[in-house]
């Protein structure tokens, strides 16, 4: 009962988008799509158009959770000012990468296989927000050092102590991923 309850609410509420892939027209699909939809009664349906800045975080705030494992996880969040227009989004994109997107950047070249603090440790954007995450996988004596070495790396990446040829090196991971966008029928 609570399932089909559920799933009434995700029909009558949920933001719903359609994609069709292929060289025919979805005229047919959307006129099903619509028929089944009026159907239900449809309300509440979430906006998802709509742009909601992230407030600047007051302070930082910390949530720790154990389990009994060997292996924890760090997941650290970042509220910017870059947000918006394609080429501020842009720009934080490359930012993120040269901080933690590739085997060149500055959390895997220094955290991870300099100080050898994790398993991994990367970021990344999500640009219409401004926001940047870090996650990283470590061994829990290793926890409260990666957290520092990572502060210190965006220290750095704020003082702009990163040389161009990493620069460089990002902008050609960054190209190529967006080549695979039509590889993939989501994207």
Known sequence: QQLFAAWQNLLSCAFVRINVIGEEEPTEVFSSAKKYFSLINRENIADLSARRDLPEAEEVKDI?????VTQGKIAMGFTSKI?????T??????????????????????????????????????????FLTVE????????????????????????????D???????KAIVDSLYGYSDNAAA
């Open 64 to 68: 720790t959770e154990r389990f009994n």
């Open 83 to 87: 947000r918006g227009s394609l080429k």
């Open 89 to 130: 989004a842009s720009a934080l994109s490359l930012f993120a990468d040269v901080f933690g997107g590739g085997p060149y950047s500055k959390l895997f070249s220094n955290v991870r296989e300099k100080e050898s603090l994790c398993y991994y440790c990367s970021a990344s954007a999500r640009r219409a927000k401004g």
């Open 136 to 163: 990283s996988g470590v061994e829990e004596v290793n926890a409260q050092k990666t957290v520092d070495a990572v502060l210190r790396e965006l220290e750095d990446m704020k003082n702009g102590n990163f040389d």
């Open 165 to 171: 040829s990493v620069i460089e090196a990002s902008k």
